[in-house]
């Protein structure tokens, strides 16, 4: 059972635009809400993370937006450049007192052309 | 550089075969995660260790098992390998028993079985 859905699976966007990603969980009880980015050969290396008491996060060009009504939340990559090329996974959780560990998406390869 | 060492980084074997990955977490971190990387399935939590003990089961296997020792490096056995069993295979580490917080992920052991 997918307990987080992510789409789109690879997107090719243009140096400078925004990039786009979305995620979408089932399980109510979740409450963290990470992004991981892997390049070729690496481990995950966390992005940035949300919880539900906010519904925007923001470090530098990129941005978590969080929608709790509709279980989504997408990752906004503003000004995209040739170095965040990479793939992106979503994932989620339930705080410290369920056994449920990170629950990834299936990825997003994100190429951006110059 | 996260900090979690494993080891081997590539390993190619035959179906039947039993093979060991090893693990160091970073310096301080007591708990231990190992993931399970395919192509079409993104990255599947396996098992959890926290200070020696086990802290939480995913979708492991039967015929995988692992252990973290006092020292807190960890190894997961697979046994009668299977061609299925080919995947990349992430060890992490954190501070934290819990489900949220940052997970420092290793460079993976590339498994193939042929």
């Known amino acids: 059972q997918q307990q987080v859905k992510q789409s789109p699976q690879s997107l090719i966007v243009q140096k400078g635009g925004i990039s786009i990603i979305n995620c979408a969980y089932e399980?109510?009880?979740?409450?963290?809400f990470p992004w991981y980015q892997q390049f070729p050969g690496k481990g995950p290396a966390l992005l940035i993370a949300?919880?539900?008491?906010?519904s925007e996060k923001k470090e530098g060009r990129f941005t978590i937006s969080f929608n709790k009504s509709a279980k989504q939340f997408s990752l906004h990559i503003m000004d995209s450049q040739p170095g965040d090329s990479a793939t992106y996974f979503c994932?989620?959780?339930?705080?410290?007192?369920?056994?449920?560990?990170?629950?990834f998406g299936t990825g997003t390869r994100l190429t951006i052309i110059p | 550089d996260s900090g979690v060492t494993q080891t081997p980084k590539h390993l190619i074997t035959a179906t039947g075969q039993r093979v060991t990955l090893r693990c160091s977490p970073r310096?301080?971190?007591?708990?231990v995660y190992w993931y399970q990387q395919s192509l079409d399935q993104g990255l599947q939590f396996l098992i959890q260790?926290?200070?020696?003990?086990?802290?939480a089961k995913g979708n492991i296997l039967e015929r995988f098992s692992a252990q973290q020792f006092p020292d807190l490096h960890s190894e997961l056995n697979l046994s009668s390998l299977e061609l299925g069993d080919s995947a990349l295979y992430f060890c992490?580490?954190?501070?934290?028993?819990?489900?949220?917080?940052?997970?420092?992920f290793g460079e993976g052991s590339r498994l193939t079985v042929l």
């Open positions: 949300i919880r539900p008491d906010v």
């Open positions: 994932a989620a959780s339930r705080g410290n007192f369920g056994n449920e560990k990170l629950t």
């Open positions: 992490a580490s954190s501070p934290l028993a819990g489900n949220t917080g940052e997970l420092f």
């Open positions: 310096s301080g971190d007591l708990s």
């Open positions: 399980n109510t009880a979740f409450d963290y």
């Open positions: 260790y926290y200070n020696g003990e086990e802290r």
